[in-house]
Structure formats: structure tokens, C-alpha cells
């Protein structure tokens, strides 16, 4: 069973910025892609950012240029780095792990990222 740690939420102006950590820890059979997803209220759970084992990455459009994300394999660890943060951004961000021969989605408690104006 895969288990998924995150940190690094809280409350920041606008302008400002965070760093979000995921561990993930358990029985592991090959991570195939790490990526964070967020939820504001109201809305749908929206892909933010991913990174594939391979190391490319991908992001949502309004993040580009603002978001950047990594990981340190030897920790199963993903960061994203927040920069530039705007009030739209507020939302609870989940950790994501693909893993295993079928890609099973594996997903974090959330952790909440509340951007001031």
C-alpha cells in the first residue's frame, strides 16, 4: 500500500511564494509519473503539474513560467515551487502517484493553499 505525505500548504499574498512537498512511502512497484492537482472551491480538480519517470514535465496553462515541479527519486519525493502566486490559485492541492504496471492512481489528503489579494 502506497501512502502520500504532503506539506507546505498555508497562507500567502499575492506575489508570494510556497514550496509543496509529497513523500511517498509503502510498497512501491516503479513510479511512472508524480504530479499535483488542485481543487478550488466550486470547481473540478484541475491537473497542475506533473513530472514522468522519465523526468518531462507538463503544466497547466496559467501556471506556466509561475510553477515549477521536481523530484528526488531516491526519496519518492515530489516538490512543486510556487512563485508569483495569485489569489486564483487558492485551492486544496493533492499529491498524485501513478504507479505499477497499470498506472494505479494513488492520491494525498490534500493540503489547502490560500492566496491573499
Known amino acids: 500500500q502506497v501512502q502520500l505525505v504532503e506539506s507546505g500548504g498555508g497562507l500567502v499574498q499575492a506575489g508570494g511564494s510556497l514550496r509543496l512537498s509529497c513523500a511517498a512511502s509503502?510498497?512501491?512497484?516503479?513510479?511512472?509519473?508524480m504530479g499535483w492537482y488542485r481543487q478550488a472551491p466550486g470547481k473540478q480538480r484541475e491537473l497542475v503539474a506533473n513530472?514522468?519517470?522519465?523526468?518531462?514535465?507538463n503544466y497547466i496553462d496559467s501556471v506556466k513560467g509561475r510553477f515549477t515541479i521536481s523530484r528526488d527519486n531516491a526519496k519518492n519525493t515530489v516538490y512543486l515551487q510556487m512563485n508569483s502566486l495569485k489569489p486564483e490559485d487558492t485551492a486544496v492541492y493533492y499529491c498524485?502517484?501513478?504507479?505499477?504496471?497499470?498506472?494505479?492512481?494513488?492520491w494525498g489528503k490534500g493540503t489547502l493553499v490560500t492566496v491573499s489579494s
Open positions: 498524485n502517484v501513478l504507479a505499477g504496471r497499470w498506472s494505479e492512481a494513488y
Open positions: 513530472i514522468l519517470s522519465g523526468g518531462s514535465t
Open positions: 509503502g510498497t512501491i512497484f516503479g513510479i511512472n509519473a
